[in-house]
C-alpha cells in the first residue's frame, strides 16, 4: 500500500492506468479482428497473406498464428508476451523485442509451411 501511495504521490498511476488501457484496447481489437481481417484479405490476394500473419503478430504476438488456424501456438504467444514485458522493464526491453520480432517471423514461417504441405 506504501508503494501505490508514493506512486501516487508522483503521478504515475494515472500514466500506469493509461498505458493499460490502451494496451488492452489494442490486444482486444486485434485479437477479435485480426483473423477476420486475415481471412478477408486471404481471399482476393493468397500471396500477401504470410506477410499479413506476421504484421498481425506484429501488432500483438500470437494473433497471426490465430489467423492461420495454430492456436496453440497463437496461446503460447499470447502467454509468454507479458512475461517476457515484464522481463523486459528490467532489460532495455530487448527480451520484448525479440519476442515481437520472432512472434512475426514464426506467423510467416508457419503460414508458408502451411501452404507448400497442402
Known amino acids: 500500500m506504501v508503494l501505490f501511495h508514493k506512486l501516487l504521490a508522483l503521478g504515475l498511476v494515472d500514466s500506469f492506468i493509461a498505458i493499460v488501457s490502451i494496451t488492452s484496447m489494442w490486444f482486444g481489437v486485434l485479437l477479435v479482428s485480426g483473423p477476420l481481417i486475415y481471412k478477408q484479405c486471404t481471399v482476393t490476394d493468397k500471396k500477401r497473406a504470410p506477410w499479413i500473419a506476421a504484421l498481425l503478430s506484429l501488432g500483438v ?16 504467444f499470447l502467454l509468454l508476451a507479458p512475461l517476457i514485458w515484464l522481463i523486459g522493464l528490467y532489460m532495455y526491453y530487448i527480451p520484448t523485442l525479440i519476442l515481437w520480432l520472432y512472434a512475426a517471423y ?10 507448400t504441405k497442402k
Not at 61 to 76: D, E, H, N
Request: charge should be positive; avoid cysteine.
Open 61 to 76: 504476438p500470437g494473433v497471426g498464428q490465430i489467423a492461420i488456424g495454430k492456436y496453440k501456438r497463437g496461446a503460447v
Open 106 to 115: 514464426d506467423a510467416k514461417k508457419q503460414m508458408d509451411f502451411t501452404r
